[in-house]
């Protein structure tokens, strides 16, 4: 069964480097989403991408947050400063349908621990 | 998006079916009930969703009142492996907006 996959499970990081969160989303999947969860609080989204472009993000996703699929099968999100903040579990999720997506496949997170 | 409310927690007895419920007395005439859930850190799975028929698939069935304003997700033969926490998400389009859901937690 295909699955949406996410590299590395753990990173660790110090305040204030960039860091990319990589992710394989199902191959004729064509809406990738990130989401994180902070340890012990609700699943939060980030951003919707559509046609190489952000169709919805949220406040959280600010300058700080990029995404980009550089090529036909990854899906990347980019941190450029980690802040102590940012610590969570980051989840990737794939889907065939936008508007009324009605299902979307999360990969297993990778957890990003800021120091 | 529309609010939903959860019991926080729930128990079930092995082998028994779980009922949990979700209101949902907001949800506008094109919002989607969406159930998913998460096995402890898990990335959250996707289990039914439903407009205005009750649906069934492999692994719940989902029943929603006529006036929409409540549904209830079913496991039929619940398992130890069915423990986790449930959310009942409603909305349309694609940004799924999670609440704190119900904890089930499935007893031998």
């Known amino acids: ?115 | 998006d529309a609010k939903t409310t959860q019991p926080p927690s729930m128990d079930c007895a092995e082998g028994r079916a779980a009922n949990l419920p979700c209101n949902h007395s907001t949800i506008s005439g094109n919002e989607y009930v969406y159930w998913y859930r998460q096995i402890h850190s898990q990335g959250p799975q996707y289990i039914i969703h439903g407009l205005k028929n009750n649906e069934t698939n492999e692994m719940a069935s989902l029943i929603i009142t006529e006036d929409r304003k409540s549904s209830t997700l079913i496991l039929p033969h619940a398992t130890l492996r069915d423990t986790a926490v449930y959310y009942c998400i409603v909305g349309y389009g694609n940004k799924l907006v999670f609440g704190a859901g119900t904890i089930l937690r499935v007893k031998s």
């Open chain 1, 1 to 115: 069964e295909p699955e949406v996959t996410q590299t590395p499970s753990h990173q660790v990081t110090q305040m204030g480097q960039e860091v990319i969160l990589r992710c394989v989303p199902i191959s004729n999947h064509l809406y990738f989403y990130w989401y994180r969860q902070i340890l012990g609080q609700k699943v939060e989204f980030l951003v919707s991408f559509y046609n190489n472009e952000i169709s919805e993000k949220s406040e959280i996703f600010d300058d700080q947050f990029s995404v980009e699929r550089p090529d036909g099968s990854n899906f990347t999100l980019k941190i450029r400063s980690t802040k102590l903040e940012d610590s969570a579990m980051y989840f990737c999720a794939s889907g065939t349908s936008g508007r009324s997506s009605y299902e979307q496949y999360f990969g297993p997170g990778t957890r990003l621990t800021v120091t």
